[in-house]
């Protein structure tokens, strides 16, 4: 279930779980042209492990000062993982993970803005590629070179 509201420059989602076994809340703010998440609470009470056991419940918060941050009109995606630590004993795992506050035409997301982790994952790809072809020409070349040096030698007789 989800609920909140949206204001002029403030927002705030609140996604919870059937039986209020689980609740994240979301904060969002924006100033000027950008949108970010600026408090990030969890909520979950999961069932005892045993019958007459206690029920324990595991809450935190985040807060910082620009988090998912997107300019407004865009969306905040990430594919990798996030993991935020809420608590001590509360971790939340966001996988994948997009989100648009304020000017969201026609309820659609808007044009992406990729997370450092995601970005991270293609600077990599392409580095090795880089050095692999690389590799390659060196090889080549060095044969290539070698070969055409042989060929000025005297031939026997």
Not at 18 to 36: H, M, P, S, V, Y
């Amino acid at each position: 279930m989800s609920s909140g509201y949206c204001g002029e420059d403030a927002a705030v989602l609140c996604l919870t779980l059937l039986g209020n076994a689980a609740r994240l809340q979301f904060t969002f703010r924006k100033e000027k042209d950008i949108f970010f998440v600026t408090n990030l609470t969890a909520r979950v009470s999961p069932l005892p492990v045993c019958q007459g056991c206690a029920n324990k419940t595991y809450s935190g918060s985040v807060a910082h000062d620009k988090l998912f941050a997107a300019a407004d009109g865009q969306s905040f995606k990430c594919k990798s993982e996030n993991v935020l630590l809420t608590s001590s004993e509360l971790r939340i795992k966001l996988v994948p993970l997009q989100m648009q506050a304020f000017s969201v035409p026609k309820g659609q997301y808007g044009k992406e803005v990729e997370c450092w982790a995601d970005f991270n994952k293609w600077v990599i790809a392409i580095s090795i590629g880089a050095i692999v072809v690389t590799f390659f020409l060196i090889v080549v070349l060095t044969f290539l070179f070698i070969r055409d040096h042989h060929r000025h030698s005297y031939d026997r007789l």
